[in-house]
């Protein structure tokens, strides 16, 4: 059974501070790993993909990946109000074609003004 | 623009009814999937087609029904079967290869 599990918050970070949001996952021979962003009442939007262990940068945004740990996780610097949403780790199995993502129930971020 | 739409916004259903949502893209992705979200809930995939005239079930099919006639449009019907329809449905494209999802903008279904 594939799982991805996340802490469901509400996560709460001061305006300016670093947020640091936590995804694992049961299948070792998971290749694929998105984070989305999803305000309230809208669908996801893609911030960022890793595939390789180590970090990926993308502007505020810094993705971690661990494949060894089984844990992804996403860093928001200098978080600001607007970052305010749910945020979604999803996870791609290795040679499962081009079926669906499987997802994490969402860690729900709150930056405080 | 290139995009995905789903329409439309808001369903109702009354009970017994068989309702279809519209799904259409225009980035000439191959890959197209439906998933249900519901509240505190994460995505969960119900149907998925990689090629027109082709598709295969998800996780939670049951209830539902798709088709692929055009590579553009992958409508989903959910049937009287279905007995709690009350969701958020996220229609989604992938180009080949079946790596990053893109969403449209979502089906809210209630029942009366």
């Known amino acids: 059974q594939k799982e991805v599990e996340q802490n469901s918050g509400p996560l709460s970070v001061p305006e300016g501070a670093i947020a640091s949001l936590n995804c694992t996952y049961s299948?070792?021979?998971?290749?694929?790993f998105f984070w989305y962003r999803q305000y309230s009442g809208k669908s996801p939007e893609l911030i960022m993909s890793i595939y390789s262990n180590g970090d990926k940068e993308d502007g505020r945004f810094t993705a971690q990946l661990n494949k060894a740990s089984q844990y992804v996780s996403l860093l928001i610097r200098d978080s600001q109000p607007s970052d305010s949403a749910t945020y979604l780790c999803?996870?791609?199995?290795w040679g499962g074609g081009a079926d669906g993502l499987t997802f994490g129930k969402g860690t729900h971020l709150i930056i405080q003004p | 623009d290139g995009g995905i739409t789903q329409s439309p916004k808001y369903l109702f259903r009354k009970e017994g009814q068989n309702v279809t949502l519209s799904c259409e893209q225009n980035l000439n992705h191959d890959a197209m999937y439906w998933y249900r979200q519901d509240p505190g809930q994460g995505l969960r995939l119900i149907y998925y087609?990689?090629?027109?005239?082709?598709?295969q079930k998800g996780d939670i099919a049951e209830g539902y029904s798709v088709s692929r006639e055009k590579k553009e449009s992958f409508p989903l019907t959910v049937t009287s079967a279905q007995k709690n329809p009350t969701a958020f449905y996220l229609c989604?494209?992938?180009?080949?290869?079946?790596?990053?999802?893109?969403f449209g903008p979502g089906t809210r279904l209630l029942v009366l």
């Open positions: 989604a494209s992938s180009p080949e290869g079946g790596e990053t999802q893109y």
């Open positions: 999803a996870v791609k199995l």
């Open positions: 087609s990689q090629i027109v005239n082709d598709f």
């Open positions: 299948d070792r021979v998971s290749q694929s």
